[in-house]
């Protein structure tokens, strides 16, 4: 009986980067779209979330690769509690989504 790719020691943490990288690429495409949108009129209320959206993409990168190596670091089998910088990521892409959807309908 062999095992299925899901059931494979060690490979947490090379989807935990694609997931990461998956949110990354999100972003930045948010932030590039809501630019698009922003090229007729340089309104600030569309300029801030897409700035913000793509530092945000940065950060996720970043954390990423750092949430990778921490997984990759922990013993088979245990994945560590997320990180204050996952959380605060979380609470950005909140407030660049509100921004986003208020840029929009203004």
Do not use: F
């Not at 779209?33 to 209320?45: F, N, S, V, W």
């Not at 922990?74 to 996952?86: E, F, M």
């Amino acid at each position: 009986m062999t095992a299925s790719r899901a059931e494979l020691p060690g490979l947490q943490a090379e989807r935990t980067l694609l997931a990461w990288e998956r949110t990354a690429l999100g972003l930045l495409a948010n932030g590039a779209l809501l630019l698009l949108r922003g090229t007729d009129t340089t309104r600030p209320a569309v300029l801030i979330p897409a700035a913000a959206a793509l530092v945000l993409a940065l950060v996720a990168a970043v954390i990423g690769l750092r949430r990778r190596h921490t997984i990759a670091r922990s013993p088979a089998g245990t994945v560590p509690v997320p990180s204050a910088a996952v959380l605060s990521l979380g609470a950005g892409v909140a407030v660049v989504g509100a921004l986003a959807v208020i840029a929009i309908l203004a």
